[in-house]
């Protein structure tokens, strides 16, 4: 094959050959840098799963008194579900509950209401999709996974009405992704 070839044709090969080899090693290189960029990411993802493993049943992860998620973890959960409804296109919310007048409450009040609401916050949400934590000494945060803005109004709504029954006074504030925003700052800020 090579034999009929003249010489400038067989240096023209080489170079094309040449030039081949340049461009598959550059390939190579390039795979290298992704290949070591994933590996960076897995170790961090293995990172924070030995966090969590570590974390749960701790404080870290549960509010000892309501047995809710801490503000910590609800926190990371909240982070963790935006990305995931940015990145997937669904939508979610967020309802707080805040204690009224918590500060002039007895401090049996105060752990009673606590324990009331977190008990019945977790009782109208829909598990495992839904979470409930402690955003403050007197406020919980609801987050409400893959539901329109409609249905979450709804459990809203429920909210509401739970605490009316049981003559619990709070104060119930609501966002929604991304119809009230798409920045997770401001939909925390919103409810809080």
Do not use: W
């Not at 550059?26 to 799963?49: A, C, D, G, P, W």
């Not at 609800?74 to 982070?79: E, F, G, R, W």
């Not at 979470?131 to 909210?159: C, M, P, Y």
């Amino acid at each position: 094959m090579y034999e009929e070839l003249s010489k400038e044709q067989l240096i023209q090969k080489i170079h094309e050959l040449e030039d081949e080899i340049a461009r598959l090693k550059m390939r190579e290189n390039e795979l290298e840098i992704l290949l070591n960029e994933y590996s960076t990411i897995m170790k961090k993802q293995f990172e924070v799963f030995d966090d969590f493993i570590r974390d749960v049943g701790t404080k870290r992860m549960i509010d000892p008194l309501t047995r809710v998620y801490s503000h910590e973890h609800i926190m990371k959960l909240i982070s963790y579900y935006h990305q995931k409804a940015f990145e997937e296109n669904f939508e979610y919310a967020l309802v707080t509950v805040r204690i009224n007048n918590f500060e002039s409450m007895e401090q049996i009040e105060k752990e009673q209401a606590l324990l009331s609401v977190g008990k019945l916050l977790k009782e109208l949400v829909r598990v495992p999709l839904d979470s409930v934590g402690r955003l403050s000494d007197d406020t919980f945060i609801v987050l409400l996974t893959e539901i329109s803005r409609e249905n979450a109004l709804k459990v809203k709504e429920r909210i509401e009405n739970a605490l009316a029954i049981r003559n619990i006074d709070c104060s119930i504030k609501f966002s929604s992704y991304p119809k009230d925003s798409t920045n997770l700052e401001e939909l925390v800020k919103k409810v809080f």
